[in-house]
């Protein structure tokens, strides 16, 4: 070995032991002019021998070529978001379930019950990434994203200066996957800002934006220009367990080289707990760094996988946020903004105010009901609050403080985007026949789509990952291609050339072209995706997925009425005839029949579902016709009486009366005198027959789907099916697929590059198949 290599690798080793005492332990043992000397004498040697440079070189923090874009991750463990408490109760109740859920003794009058033991950790304000770590080297970061997907930040992760690129000492996990906080110091984020102001750039409104959009930048040269800071908080995927408890692994991973938070303490019980919680919060303004709340989590790991998750969340963890902060300022003016279903929403523009640390200049007003509620007038002094530390609000008016010259807020009579008539909705409230109207809390523009704002907002919902998933269509896109006269509803895209977009801002030949064949790629939705994309007032997924599933075609859902809708799962009246009315209108008919004429065709459509074959009675129909006072007992007698609703309609007085009581026999008389009632209800019985719903139509037997009752887990990578596609065929067939392993897992699909979890099922005996035996199993008959 020459001098230049031994002295480098001496160097190195001398570098990352400062870097670890000064970054993890908060122990620095040199003076910064003495690091800053060895890191010149290895950048030197380095220069003279490039053929000595190694990846995990203290040197090699500073950016390299910018990227063109992120490239997407998937978590082989999703990153959850955590449940969140607002006060001593929340905490309480945390703490009851955790022990319920463990099935710990209670206290009694005698004396406490047992204490679960809690990890104690700030909540810092910052960007939760993903760090991958292979034989002790760091070869991935990632954002978390939506928590199952998130973007390639490798190259940005590397110039954080506390991040390890090779991990100290020995021991570690072939595979370790490090989950922490990438956040900006409050000394780090005014340095930045004064540097911002000093070359004349942007100013970042505060240190969680300034830490986010920094590790996000696609030239990682800015991101190592930026004073980002990590600190660990727990584990991903790991292809084997080092300790017990979660404290324990942290520890760990101090020892290896990972920064953890200085205020991480262990709590016996939940007093301790508020205890923690208080005293951190009586000093969160003189902590180096922004935090929002405090993180508790179940220490012992095998308590925690007993809890297991919720949906969305684990049952062992909870974050306890901080009260909303509030603060005095002037309320400058109110504007209005119009939103893609027409809503007229007023905007509270502010006299500049920092609140929880972020400055805040505007304020949801929510709708003029609350406007009145407040009281507010421009001019006036107000409270604001950040609700959860999050969403701007305005709670209050100091009306001692109000200027003679305060103004009264008007809701505009025209649309401040498109001109039209701006109308208060009406509530209607149907109920046994009647219907109650009432003015609404939503002002509405009646421009529709010819309103520019709506235009634009019904696009970017029509194209979004959850719809039509049209890839290359961002909100900016979408404005310039409906101010350019190019779009003027969902079905004109579908219409577009390369000749019309090329030349538009940020697109070039191979964008257009990408555009186009995405667009293209979209042709065949899936039926519930195409409803949800259609934007339909109240309809979110979930919903669409029921009419999808039940109904099976877009011709029937068009069709409906309100009245046969809510046989459906979870389709209440109201949302009902929100449905009907929007298939009802002209215009929304035209754009659904261009979209069809341009090439759409909507997958999942055949028969009826099999459960709602014949699945109606006649004292179930005319129940739902609402006859004032008959209710489900009289209209049952109705049935039983007359046995059709022909017969019902044309019952004299006399033949009623034999089936209910005077009141309810003349109220049901009284209704279908009404023409008007008798066509209605007939027209809903017509449908019903006509969908096979009707108690006379064919009974379908409803099978049950071959893999009901089972859970399945999906790990490593599949590369004959996207893991969306495997976990799709896999729910369709009744199955739930699960992100981690227990005893109750059926089976495991272990792609290329499974870890921690093929582990474990290997540990627990479980059926595990590689990706082409999956293939197989499904390919069989029956599945």
């Known amino acids: 070995m020459t001098a230049a290599n031994t002295r480098i690798l001496e160097l ?355 709708n003029m009901d609350e406007v009145a509620r407040l009281g507010l007038m421009i001019g006036d002094t107000v409270i604001i609050r950040r609700a959860g530390d999050v969403i701007p609000q305005v709670v209050q008016v100091v009306l001692e403080r109000r200027p003679g010259d305060a103004r009264p807020v008007h809701i505009p009579e025209r649309c401040p985007v498109c001109g039209s008539h701006v109308e208060r909705t009406q509530l209607v409230k149907r109920s046994k026949g009647r219907e109650t109207i009432s003015e609404g809390a939503v002002y509405r523009c009646v421009g529709r789509l010819a309103c520019g704002a709506q235009l634009k907002q019904a696009i970017i919902h029509f194209v979004s990952r959850r719809a039509m998933d049209i890839e290359g269509l961002g909100e900016k896109s979408v404005e310039q291609l409906v101010d350019e006269g190019l779009v003027s509803s969902p079905a004109d895209l579908y219409t577009l050339t390369f000749e019309q977009i090329v030349d538009l801002e940020g697109f070039a030949e191979l964008s257009s072209k990408n555009l186009l064949q995405a667009i293209a790629d979209s042709k065949r939705p899936a039926l519930a995706r195409f409803i949800y994309a259609l934007g339909i007032p109240d309809v979110g997924e979930e919903t669409a997925k029921v009419l999808a599933r039940s109904l099976a075609s877009l011709e029937r859902v068009q069709r409906a009425l309100p009245q046969v809708l809510t046989y459906l799962p979870d389709i209440g009246l109201e949302v009902a005839y929100e449905i009907h009315s929007f298939f009802s209108d002209a215009h929304n008919q035209q754009v659904i029949g261009q979209l069809l004429e341009r090439g759409l065709e909507l997958q999942d459509q055949g028969e009826l579902g099999a459960e709602f074959a014949a699945s109606t009675t006649l004292g179930g129909l005319i129940d739902k016709l609402h006859i004032p006072s008959v209710g489900p007992g009289g209209a049952q007698k109705l049935a039983e009486k007359f046995g059709s609703l022909q017969g019902v309609i044309e019952a004299d007085w006399l033949d009623m009366r034999q089936a209910l009581p005077e009141k309810q026999a003349k109220s049901v008389r009284e209704f279908f005198d009404s023409p008007d009632n008798a066509r209605a209800a007939l027209a809903i019985e017509a449908q019903l027959r006509d969908f096979g719903m009707h108690w006379q139509s064919e009974k379908k037997t409803v099978e049950g789907l071959p893999l009901a009752g089972q859970t399945w887990v999906l790990t490593g990578s599949l590369e004959l099916m996207s893991r969306d596609v495997a976990k799709a065929r896999l729910e369709s067939l009744g199955a739930k697929v699960s992100g981690s392993v227990s005893g109750k897992t059926h089976c495991v699909v272990a792609g290329p590059g499974a870890g921690s979890k093929l582990v474990k099922a290997n540990e627990l005996g479980l059926k595990v198949l590689d990706e082409e035996a999956f293939v197989a199993f499904l390919s069989q008959p029956g599945i």
């Open 12 to 366: 190195r080793a001398e570098l990352d032991q400062h870097n670890y005492r000064y970054h993890v332990l908060d122990e620095p043992s040199i003076p910064d002019a003495e690091y800053d000397r060895l890191f010149r004498e290895l950048k030197a040697l380095e220069a003279e021998h490039p053929e000595l440079v190694t990846a995990d070189s203290p040197t090699q923090r500073v950016g390299s070529t910018a990227l063109s874009a992120f490239t997407q991750v998937r978590h082989e463990v999703p990153m959850l978001s955590l449940g969140n408490a607002f006060d001593d109760t929340d905490m309480r109740e945390f703490d009851r379930r955790v022990s319920e859920g463990l099935d710990l003794p209670a206290g009694d009058l005698f004396g406490g019950g047992a204490e679960v033991e809690y990890s104690c950790e700030p909540k810092l304000d910052g960007l939760a990434v993903s760090l991958l770590y292979q034989d002790g080297y760091l070869v991935r970061g990632a954002t978390r994203g939506d928590g199952t997907t998130g973007e390639d930040i490798s190259v940005n992760v590397r110039t954080v200066r506390n991040i390890p690129l090779k991990l100290h000492g020995s021991g570690w996990p072939a595979v370790l996957e490090v989950r922490g906080e990438v956040f900006m110091s409050k000394a780090g984020f005014d340095r930045l800002n004064e540097a911002q102001l000093a070359a004349g750039g942007k100013t970042f409104a505060n240190p969680r934006n300034a830490a986010a959009g920094s590790l996000r930048q696609l030239d990682s040269k800015i991101t190592a220009s930026r004073p980002l800071e990590f600190c660990c908080y727990g584990l991903g995927q790991v292809s084997e367990e080092f300790s017990d408890t979660h404290i324990g692994n942290l520890k760990q991973l101090q020892q290896w080289g990972m920064p953890i938070s200085h205020e991480l303490k262990l709590a016996r019980g939940i007093a301790d707990c508020l205890d923690y919680y208080r005293d951190i919060g009586e000093r969160r303004a003189s902590l180096p760094y922004e935090i929002d709340g405090v993180v508790f989590k179940v220490n012992s790991l095998a308590s925690q996988r007993e809890l297991g998750f919720r949906a969305r969340e684990p049952r062992w963890a909870i974050a306890h946020k901080f009260p909303a902060m509030e603060e005095l300022t002037e309320l400058l003016d109110v504007e209005f903004q119009v939103g893609r279903t027409g809503a007229v929403t007023p905007v509270a523009r502010l006299k500049p105010v920092k609140v929880a640390g972020v400055t805040v200049s505007n304020a949801t007003l929510h």
